[in-house]
């Protein structure tokens, strides 16, 4: 009997897993902050993230396990905020490391969430698993003390995958929603320079690249990306495209920071040059259906 277990999986990426799996897998359990029930065949388990409270019976026999476990980084970076987004992430990976040690019979795949953002700013050079540079600022430093905690303990029978996702686009949560509202209201133009890179990835393909990377046993770090890799001035254009709005007015840095600090987030999120491209998926022999933002774009709107 194959058992699936997602970590986090409420929100807009554990949905769109739980979506893709529910044919592959006999038992889907969910551990979540709400409260424990079933819905559509589907297991909700009540979990804190940070201490055993019986959730941690759930991961034996699991086949897969998938943690998505951490506070989004859509918010101001307070020191608040900052201690959240860190400890969020740590704690929730320990737990588990501890919960799969305990087991009689572990999960046989562990894939734990990361970011593409571990790469450094680039405008010059396009990020793999091989070569990429890990830059040196908090977001950076988040990922790998997040990456440090998952691999540090050693799990003999569980095979350990971390995965370095880009932004997912998709038609029901995630980035692209705003995005495509602001360029429906007129406001789709570049944002900021408008040269950063934008590394992204349509949401079936996510799915179907996690699914890959669970047939092929794929073990370390593997970026979730598309095969290119697009400036944020063209990435606008091509929406505009789409959604058949003849202009879009510029974002310039300064427009940025003021709407960041009104919708609480940061300017980050759109401003950082994400130049990542998913090696290790393409040598392995993955085929995305969506690798161009045109065809991700017509499928979406």
């Not at 009997?1 to 006999?26: E, Q, S, W, Y």
């Not at 991961?59 to 918010?75: F, H, M, P, Q, R």
């Not at 949401?203 to 990377?213: L, S, T």
């Amino acid at each position: 009997m194959k058992k699936l277990l997602i970590a986090a999986g409420t929100g807009f990426l554990g949905k769109v897993l739980a979506n893709h799996f529910k044919n592959k897998f006999d038992e889907i359990v969910i551990l979540t902050r709400g409260k424990s029930q079933t819905i559509d065949g589907i297991k909700y388990v009540n979990w804190n993230a940070r201490t055993f409270t019986g959730w941690e019976k759930e991961l034996e026999n699991a086949t897969v396990l998938i943690n998505l476990a951490g506070k989004s980084v859509d918010c101001r970076y307070t020191k608040g905020n900052k201690k959240e987004i860190l400890w969020s992430r740590i704690e929730s990976t320990k737990i588990l490391n501890k919960a799969v040690l305990k087991c009689q019979n572990p999960p046989k795949h562990w894939l734990n969430s990361s970011t593409a953002t571990i790469y450094r700013f680039s405008l010059d050079k396009q990020m793999d698993e091989v070569d990429g540079e890990i830059g040196n600022d908090f977001s950076i430093n988040v990922a790998l003390s997040w990456e440090k905690a998952f691999f540090k303990t050693e799990t003999p029978n569980t095979l350990k995958t971390t995965l370095r996702t880009s932004i997912v686009l998709g038609k029901n949560g995630g980035a692209f929603i705003p995005l495509k509202t602001l360029a429906k209201i007129g406001f789709g133009g570049k944002q900021g320079k408008g040269n950063q890179f934008v590394s992204w990835i349509h949401e079936d393909d996510f799915a179907h690249a996690v699914d890959f990377i669970i047939e092929q046993e794929m073990s370390g770090m593997i970026n979730i990306v598309s095969p290119t890799p697009i400036r944020n001035v063209d990435f606008m254009q091509k929406l505009r495209k789409a959604i058949g709005f003849p202009f879009g007015i510029p974002l310039n840095t300064f427009f940025l920071k003021i709407g960041s600090f009104l919708i609480r987030t940061e300017t980050e999120l759109v401003l950082k040059s994400r130049n990542v491209i998913p090696k290790r998926l393409l040598e392995n022999g993955f085929e995305f259906k969506f690798g161009e933002i045109d065809k991700a774009f017509r499928d979406l709107i």
